[in-house]
C-alpha cells in the first residue's frame, strides 16, 4: 500500500512538473508573439506614416491644385464627367498618372469608404515646426492665430478643425505627437481638401509649447463647459493660441493651468457639451470675427 501510494504522488509530481512546463512554454510563446505583434505594428505604423491615400473628389483637387506630389491617381471605370473630367485635366497638366480600376477595387482600396470613385496615392503630408505657422503670421503682417488641439483623437474631428481652420484664416495647428490623431487618409476626407493648405505642427510636450507661445507675447485661450466667461465677451483680437480640448475629457489638467484663460459657450439645451470640432469653430469664428473678418 506504501509503495501503491508513492508511486501516484510520484505521478501526481510529474503531472504537476508538466503542466508547470506547458504554462511556462505558452507564456514564452504569447509573450514572443505580442512582441512580434508589436513589431509588426510598429513597422506598419511607419509605413502608414510614410504613405497614404487620398480619397474622394474635392480633397484630390485640392492636392493637384496645390502642387502635392502625387505618384498615382486611380479612377473607377466609367467614370469620366463633371469633377471627374476636371481631376483628369488638373493630372495631365501635373503629369500624374492616372489608371483606371474597377469599383470593387477601389472599394478594397479604400481606408474611408467614402472614395467616390477616386483615390490618390501620395506620400504622408509633411509636418511643419512651431517656427513656421508664426513665420506665416509674421510675412502676412498678422497677429499669430494659432490652433492647439489637446488630444484630438477622431480624425474626423481633426480633419473638421482644419477645414474650419482654414476658412478662418488661422496661421496653423499644433498638435500632439502621441496620444492624437494624425495626419491621415480620413483626415484628409474630413478636411474636404484643407490638408493642402493649413500648416500642422506636431510637438512632444504641449503644455511646453504654451509656455513657449507665451514668452513670444501669444495669449493663451482654452475652451471649456467651465470656462469663466462666455468666449464673445473676452477680447480675442490680438496674437491668440485657442485650445481645443479632447473629445472626451477635455484639455488635460496641466494644459488647462498653463491657459492665460478659459472660455465657455453658453448653452440653454439639455446636452451639456458640443463636439469638439464644433465648439472649436464657434470660438474659431468669433476670434475671426473680432479680427476684422471681412
Not at 469633377?83 to 480600376?101: F, T
Not at 481652420?165 to 496661421?171: E, I, W
Not at 505627437?177 to 512632444?204: F, H, M, Q
Not at 473629445?247 to 488635460?252: A, L, Y
Amino acid at each position: 500500500m506504501a509503495n501503491a501510494g508513492c508511486e501516484r504522488d510520484e505521478k501526481n509530481r510529474k503531472a504537476d512538473t508538466s503542466r508547470e512546463l506547458d504554462e511556462k512554454n505558452r507564456r514564452a510563446e504569447t509573450g514572443w508573439e505580442r512582441d512580434e505583434m508589436s513589431r509588426r505594428d510598429g513597422i506598419r505604423q511607419e509605413r502608414e506614416e510614410d504613405f497614404y491615400s487620398i480619397e474622394g473628389r474635392n480633397p484630390v483637387i485640392e492636392a493637384l491644385k496645390s502642387g502635392r506630389a502625387i505618384n498615382k491617381i486611380f479612377i473607377a471605370k466609367g467614370e469620366r464627367e463633371g469633377s471627374i473630367k476636371y481631376i483628369m485635366a488638373l493630372a495631365k497638366e501635373a503629369g500624374v498618372v492616372v489608371q483606371e480600376v474597377d469599383k470593387a477595387k477601389l472599394d478594397r482600396m479604400s481606408s474611408t469608404h467614402a472614395h467616390q470613385g477616386v483615390i490618390a496615392g501620395v506620400a504622408a503630408a509633411e509636418y511643419v515646426e512651431l517656427e513656421d505657422i508664426l513665420r506665416r503670421a509674421e510675412e502676412k503682417n498678422e497677429h499669430p492665430f494659432i490652433i492647439l488641439l489637446d488630444g484630438i483623437t477622431d480624425g474626423g474631428n481633426l480633419g473638421s478643425i482644419l477645414r474650419t481652420a482654414d476658412a478662418v484664416g488661422a496661421h496653423g495647428v499644433v498638435i500632439p505627437k502621441r496620444r492624437a490623431a494624425g495626419l491621415n487618409a480620413a483626415v484628409s476626407k474630413a478636411s474636404a481638401g484643407a490638408i493642402e493648405y493649413v500648416p500642422v505642427a506636431r510637438v512632444v510636450n504641449m503644455a511646453q509649447t504654451i509656455e513657449a507661445l507665451k514668452k513670444k507675447g501669444i495669449w493663451v485661450a482654452g475652451t471649456d463647459t467651465t470656462g469663466e466667461k462666455p468666449f464673445y465677451s473676452v477680447d480675442l483680437k490680438g496674437p491668440i493660441a485657442l485650445v481645443i480640448g479632447s473629445e472626451g475629457e477635455g484639455m488635460s489638467r496641466l494644459v488647462r493651468e498653463k491657459c492665460d484663460f478659459v472660455v465657455s459657450i453658453p448653452m440653454k439645451g439639455r446636452i451639456s457639451s458640443l463636439n469638439a470640432a464644433v465648439a472649436g469653430a464657434i470660438v474659431m469664428y468669433e476670434i475671426s470675427k473680432q479680427r476684422g473678418m471681412n
